[in-house]
């Protein structure tokens, strides 16, 4: 039986000690600041949006939410970046994704100040991961390497295979991986024989969108499970990208969906905003 990697316990034990970080960051005169754009009214944006809002104020930020109507054009939102861009008060900026159709992400993640992208989507940002030298780094595949440090899980040497290839996660969670000295496989829907190569794996980590996707049949005795899918079946119930029930009775270590790596990657965006903000202090 897999041991239980509980996000849900270690993101608190986390955001705990991060208020203490701030208490004392304020009393050298520095609030972190966090600012969340969020247009429209996708209901999975607004839900996410509203956690992040909660545990903002909960380790004791500036947080503040901007919500735009769906109608809102890209000359607008950008010049709103740019205004966050410009204000002292808020060390991270987050644009909470997807947005509408006539909007276009690439321009809206390039007009963030790299120095405020908090969730290291910025191509500044992706450039110093890939070259070994991160500074802001997408907050997923960040909360991905704090369980694997909280759970004593060494990946040196180890075969890591990575179900997905997005920027938001497979990509940079294979990098983190390689930079811990694990030999690390990118498959996605196109790889041939996936459930052989998955099998190979001591480390297998799911990011492909599609529950319930990774079956008994993909894993090998004793591996490490991270499931980073979110998606909903036909009840409406949140489900992962692997089979749980399946999959737990071989696995030596697993997360769970929900309380796995959803509440690590809200954690790690409050990380990185403190970390900006400490780092105002540093060019003063």
Do not use: W
């Amino acid at each position: 039986m897999g041991e239980i990697i509980d996000g849900r316990t270690l993101a608190d034990k986390l955001q705990t000690e991060l208020k203490t970080k701030v208490d004392i960051l304020k009393e050298k005169g520095v609030t972190p600041g966090l600012v969340v754009l969020l247009v429209g009214e996708n209901p999975a944006s607004q839900t996410y949006v509203r956690n992040k809002e909660i545990a903002a104020n909960k380790v004791g930020f500036l947080s503040k939410i901007e919500r735009l109507p769906e109608t809102i054009t890209e000359a607008d939102l950008l010049a709103l970046i740019e205004q966050y861009n410009q204000d002292t008060a808020f060390h991270g900026i987050l644009v909470q994704l997807p947005l509408p159709a006539h909007i276009d992400e690439e321009k809206v993640i390039l007009a963030i100040h790299p120095e405020k992208d908090v969730d290291g989507f910025h191509p500044i940002n992706m450039g110093q991961l890939f070259i070994g030298k991160p500074v802001m780094i997408p907050c997923t595949p960040f909360g991905i390497m704090k369980m694997f440090e909280a759970y004593g899980i060494d990946l040196d040497g180890k075969n890591a295979v990575v179900i997905g290839r997005s920027n938001i996660v497979g990509k940079p969670i294979a990098q983190l991986m390689m930079m811990n000295n694990a030999t690390v496989t990118i498959a996605h829907s196109h790889t041939k024989n996936l459930e052989e190569v998955a099998k190979q794996a001591d480390i297998l980590v799911v990011a492909i969108g599609r529950g319930h996707f990774v079956t008994k049949e993909f894993v090998k005795e004793g591996a490490v499970v991270i499931d980073v899918g979110m998606n909903h079946n036909a009840a409406g119930k949140l489900i992962g990208d692997v089979k749980f029930d399946e999959v737990e009775p071989l696995a030596s270590y697993i997360t769970p969906v929900p309380k796995g790596v959803g509440p690590m990657t809200i954690t790690m965006l409050l990380e990185q905003t403190y970390i900006a903000a400490t780092r105002t202090i540093e060019e003063k």
